[in-house]
Nanobody, 124 residues
Framework: QVQLVESGGRLVQAGGSLRLSCEVS????????LGWCRQVPGKEREFVAS????????YYEDSVQGRFTISKDDAKKMVYLQMNNLEPEDTAVYYC?????????????????WGQGTQVTVSL
């Protein structure tokens, strides 16, 4: 079982930046694929970004490509999502997820464990 705890969500103006953090425990961090998904009320959870365990290759949803950056710190057992040039459409609860599968997850259903989420609100 993996425990994930997100932090860093808050209200920010459009065009601003925010960094989300996720503390990971309960399993060997270095063998986990990690990522972020987001969800707004009434809609399905959607993939945002992921990073794989063996070479830190990254993957992004098209709408965040070039604006968001996922990274991880193996020593601190942390994964981050740097979000720049935020748009009102980025408003959502952001969830940190993990997977021990070989392939890096690129859909919410490919993650096996989740944190409790952190709210990001982008105002005009």
């Amino acid at each position: 079982q993996v425990q994930l705890v997100e932090s860093g969500g808050r209200l920010v103006q459009a065009g601003g930046s925010l960094r989300l953090s996720c503390e990971v425990s309960g399993r060997t961090f270095s063998t986990l694929n990690l990522g972020w998904c987001r969800q707004v009320p009434g809609k399905e959870r959607e993939f945002v970004a992921s990073i794989n365990w063996y070479d830190s290759a990254t993957y992004y949803e098209d709408s965040v490509q070039g604006r968001f950056t996922i990274s991880k710190d193996d020593a601190k057992k942390m994964v981050y999502l740097q979000m720049n040039n935020l748009e009102p459409e980025d408003t959502a609860v952001y969830y940190c997820g993990s997977s021990s599968a070989y392939l890096t997850p690129r859909h919410p259903q490919e993650f096996t464990d989740w944190g409790q989420g952190t709210q990001v609100t982008v105002s005009l």
